[in-house]
């Protein structure tokens, strides 16, 4: 199955970050704020060589070419610095004067630009946008037949649209024939219930702002924004940028290879296509122009160039991103210890970028970076703050004491993860921790506490959990007030509980609302596992019969049994104001699972086909229901580790990604050709479906069925595959035919990390004595569904061994 173009042409670095918390985080749980320990503070001048100092240590620990940094406090400038190199061949190096290409930080200067208009009564935030655009109008899911997409809803991203990025890919299309193809889309998820992020919604916003002012975007930006603040070297068009001689290089850091490789600049002009969205460059010094702009609350010289109620308005959470980060409007918005930090991060290829505001503190932040999907953006927005608030953490280098009792293997079994190994390794002179399905987090030294915070972001932190005897036998990961546990791997603790005497609680319970929880025994505790939510381990009941969850005593079970003890349901609590939830216990006559090869045996005998037949070849139409869009495809498989497939979409273009052995490549429209390696390739090799459709022992290291369930009114067995290093997947095996109907597993994707990812097989058919699906749908937050419908399949056809060898520009075999 391929990647998908639309996740990856413009990624925000900070999405990755989000990717763990999300993962933590639970509806109505509200961090605690962090209050600062008193310190005496040292002089402006130290602090901010020991700013300079941390960066250029993470910046080489992150292996980012180079970049320029920038500090606005008080409405002066106190710091810009450039580090590393703008181009690596000819050894020039980063200075404050260098020149970067901002991302998605751009869309905070079309938000602003729009408040301007609405100052002047040009426009109005709750405006539907069709009465700006009268051909862009979404067809938004809504219970009221009125409801219309303001420009609100389109600037905090909440119409329940994702990104639509096939249609902007290779730039073949005109704004208007894009916003057109757009209207005719379908909603992923109902208006104003979700945050879906997407480029094309700030396209049709600035083209709006256009239409109302009279004059294009990038015009009325320079007018009424770059040209007042004095951004003089700021360039709204990244054609014109990328002849520049001030322009810094654009480079991939490959971590499977250890190796630096320059981006090629052929997606400049998909970008300048949702110019709105993200096509600005500019410089640190005239990127802090525009911080203290907004630090003045939109004041220049004392003169204001929008209100500043109108521009706290773009402050203000619209819609939640999760329980613990909120988007305004071309801002995100989250609390550092206790007070307000408003920011935005922006990723195209080969460059990243942060702006960060703590308007309380008047303390603003820009880096930008000449490395694609950077981390430094989440790292800064932590340690600057922290180094020149006056509560730093510890300095990097200082020895922590002994970290060999610390290192090793823990095994996570809460929230989004299931049998994970998390591996806690000696970084320099401290810790990090490597989680397989995201990344490897640098952890500050510990504090006071205990608590090793991570480096990239001060919401979460690890501590580590002692036995009698002095040994570490879990780390706990604490995030939004909660507190989960990995145990080390190989530990076993004694039960807290006679778990003889929890029998009769095991089991599954569900509600008339769909809330579905199953109870088991895990880490020889009673266990909650929340449908769709995440892991709960359970204390020992209290007086009162109530199991309260390890990670947070406010959300618990209590049991309810009849008058001879057999139980009947659970009440769940969770935090106020949620009301107590009652599900009813399922019937407990289950029959007993059936083994991995029971499973195997309900397929066709001729099912082994697939991996001694030659190359399989499916061909067949292809759409793309959230962007309109629609096409052809054809895959070609041969065994476990040969595949190529190729989507046609027309004038929209087309994407090839190809897997031959140990290498893999991707072709995006012509526009972006990469190596696929690591994960990315061996997910390839895991999820595809054909792999799926015959032993799923050959590829995995374990199969397990972890019990029955329904998916579509239809019985089926969950079974978890495991692969060392790898997210696990879940499929939802038809009881009845063995066939696969459903796959859960965390999709990883260039710049972005993990993403939850879901599948279904549909209209199996037996083709030659194999039974396969005849459609495939592919779901994820970020681009949405592509539905593949098989029109015809061929067994053992001849193909060249150069089709699953992908080099830029080829032609279509």
């Known amino acids: 199955m391929p990647m998908k173009e639309t996740s990856m042409m413009l990624r925000s670095a900070q999405t990755r970050m989000f990717v763990i918390i999300a993962a933590l985080a639970v509806a109505s749980i509200s961090a605690a704020a962090q209050t600062p320990t008193a310190t005496t503070a040292p002089p402006l001048d130290a602090r901010l060589e020991r700013l300079a100092a941390e960066i250029e240590r993470h910046r080489?620990?992150?292996?980012?070419?180079?970049?320029?940094?920038?500090?606005?406090?008080?409405?002066?400038?106190?710091?810009?610095?450039?580090?590393?190199?703008?181009?690596?061949?000819?050894?020039?190096?980063?200075?404050?004067?260098?020149?970067?290409?901002?991302?998605?930080?751009?869309?905070?200067?079309?938000?602003?630009?729009?408040?301007?208009?609405?100052?002047?009564?040009?426009?109005?935030?709750?405006?539907?946008?069709?009465?700006?655009?009268?051909?862009?109008?979404?067809?938004?899911?809504?219970?009221?037949?009125?409801?219309?997409?303001?420009?609100?809803?389109?600037?905090?991203?909440?119409?329940?649209?994702?990104?639509?990025?096939?249609?902007?890919?290779?730039?073949?299309?005109?704004?208007?024939?894009?916003?057109?193809?757009?209207?005719?889309?379908?909603?992923?998820?109902?208006?104003?219930?979700?945050?879906?992020?997407?480029?094309?919604?700030?396209?049709?916003?600035?083209?709006?702002?256009?239409?109302?002012?009279?004059?294009?975007?990038?015009?009325?930006?320079?007018?009424?924004?770059?040209?007042?603040?004095?951004?003089?070297?700021?360039?709204?068009?990244?054609?014109?940028?990328?002849?520049?001689?001030?322009?810094?290089?654009?480079?991939?850091?490959?971590?499977?290879?250890?190796?630096?490789?320059?981006?090629?600049?052929?997606?400049?002009?998909?970008?300048?296509?949702?110019?709105?969205?993200?096509?600005?460059?500019?410089?640190?010094?005239?990127?802090?122009?525009?911080?203290?702009?907004?630090?003045?609350?939109?004041?220049?010289?004392?003169?204001?160039?929008?209100?500043?109620?109108?521009?706290?308005?773009?402050?203000?959470?619209?819609?939640?991103?999760?329980?613990?980060?909120?988007?305004?409007?071309?801002?995100?918005?989250?609390?550092?210890?206790?007070?307000?930090?408003?920011?935005?991060?922006?990723?195209?290829?080969?460059?990243?970028?942060?702006?960060?505001?703590?308007?309380?503190?008047?303390?603003?932040i820009v880096l930008l970076v000449n490395q694609h999907a950077s981390l430094l953006g989440g790292l800064a927005a932590n340690i600057i703050p922290s180094i020149l608030l006056g509560d730093a953490p510890a300095e990097a280098g200082r020895e922590a004491g002994d970290l060999s009792p610390y290192l090793g293997r823990y095994v996570a079994n809460f929230a989004a993860f299931s049998n994970e190994v998390f591996t806690v390794q000696k970084h320099e002179a401290g810790l990090a921790l490597d989680i397989p399905s995201q990344m490897v987090y640098t952890l500050n030294p510990p504090d006071a506490e205990g608590r090793w915070q991570f480096a990239l972001t001060d919401q979460i932190a690890v501590s580590f959990r002692r036995n009698d005897a002095g040994e570490v036998i879990a780390l706990n990961l604490h995030q939004q007030g909660m507190t989960f546990e990995a145990m080390r791997e190989g530990v076993e603790e004694k039960p807290e509980i006679d778990l003889a005497r929890v029998q009769k609680y095991l089991g599954n319970y569900r509600s008339d609302t769909g809330l579905d929880i199953t109870t088991f025994i895990q880490n020889q505790r009673m266990a909650i596992r929340i449908r769709g939510v995440q892991v709960f381990d359970l204390h020992p009941p209290d007086a009162d019969g109530r199991w309260a969850a390890r990670a947070n005593p406010q959300i618990a079970v209590v049991f309810d049994e009849s008058d001879t003890g057999v139980v009947t349901g659970l009440r769940f609590f969770r935090p106020a104001p949620v009301p107590v939830m009652t599900l009813t216990a399922a019937p407990r006559d289950t029959p007993a699972l059936p083994t991995v090869a029971e499973l195997m045996a309900l397929l066709p005998a001729g099912q082994r086909r697939l991996q001694s037949a030659g190359a399989v070849r499916m061909t067949g139409t292809v759409r793309f229901p959230q962007s309109a869009a629609s096409g052809r495809f054809q895959i070609v498989s041969a065994g476990d580790n040969r595949l190529r497939t190729d989507i046609d979409l027309g004038r929209l273009g087309a994407m090839r990604i190809a897997m031959n052995g140990d290498q893999g490549w991707l072709d995006s429209f012509s526009v972006l050709f990469m190596e696929i390696r690591g994960e990315m390739l061996e997910q390839m090799r895991l999820t595809n479906a054909l792999a799926l459709s015959g032993d799923w022992s050959r590829l995995y290291d374990s199969v397990t069925v972890l019990r029955q369930d329904k998916l579509d009114g239809k019985l089926v067995y969950v079974v978890e595959l495991r692969k060392k290093g790898m997210p696990n997947v879940t499929l939802g095996v038809d009881a009845e035919t063995g066939d696969v109907l459903g796959l859960q597993t965390t999709l990883l994707l260039p710049g972005i990390g993990g993403v939850p990812s879901r599948t279904r097989f549909e209209d199996y058919r037996v083709v030659d004595g194999v039974r396969l699906p005849f459609r495939h749908v592919e779901s994820n937050d970020q681009s949405g569904r592509t539905v593949y419908e098989v029109e015809r399949v061929e067994f053992d056809v001849e193909v060249d061994d150069g089709v699953f060898i992908l080099r830029p520009s080829e032609p279509r075999p």
Do not use: C
Request: glycine share 10%; hydrophobic share 40%.
């Open 60 to 364: 080489i620990d992150q292996h980012a070419p180079g970049a320029a940094v920038a500090v606005v406090r008080g409405g002066e400038l106190i710091f810009a610095r450039g580090f590393g190199l703008a181009n690596v061949d000819e050894k020039t190096a980063v200075t404050p004067e260098t020149r970067f290409f901002i991302g998605s930080t751009t869309k905070a200067f079309t938000a602003t630009l729009i408040g301007m208009l609405v100052d002047e009564g040009l426009m109005s935030w709750d405006d539907p946008v069709d009465k700006h655009l009268p051909y862009f109008k979404l067809a938004v899911d809504s219970k009221d037949p009125n409801d219309r997409a303001t420009l609100r809803d389109l600037l905090s991203h909440r119409t329940g649209f994702p990104r639509m990025g096939v249609l902007t890919a290779n730039g073949a299309l005109s704004v208007e024939e894009i916003l057109r193809q757009a209207s005719q889309a379908e909603p992923l998820s109902p208006f104003r219930q979700r945050f879906h992020y997407s480029n094309e919604q700030y396209l049709a916003a600035g083209w709006a702002a256009a239409a109302a002012a009279g004059r294009p975007w990038d015009e009325l930006t320079r007018s009424r924004i770059l040209n007042p603040l004095g951004m003089t070297d700021t360039e709204t068009s990244m054609s014109r940028a990328r002849a520049l001689p001030d322009l810094a290089r654009g480079y991939t850091w490959h971590k499977e290879t250890g190796t630096l490789e320059e981006n090629v600049l052929s997606w400049i002009r998909s970008v300048d296509t949702i110019g709105p969205a993200g096509s600005i460059s500019s410089t640190v010094l005239d990127m802090a122009k525009w911080v203290r702009f907004l630090l003045a609350n939109g004041q220049v010289n004392g003169k204001p160039l929008i209100r500043a109620e109108t521009l706290a308005e773009t402050w203000t959470r619209q819609i939640a991103v999760n329980g613990q980060i909120g988007y305004g409007m071309g801002w995100m918005m989250r609390e550092w210890r206790g007070q307000p930090m408003i920011l935005h991060e922006g990723n195209v290829p080969g460059y990243s970028a942060l702006v960060a505001l703590l308007p309380k503190s008047e303390l603003g």
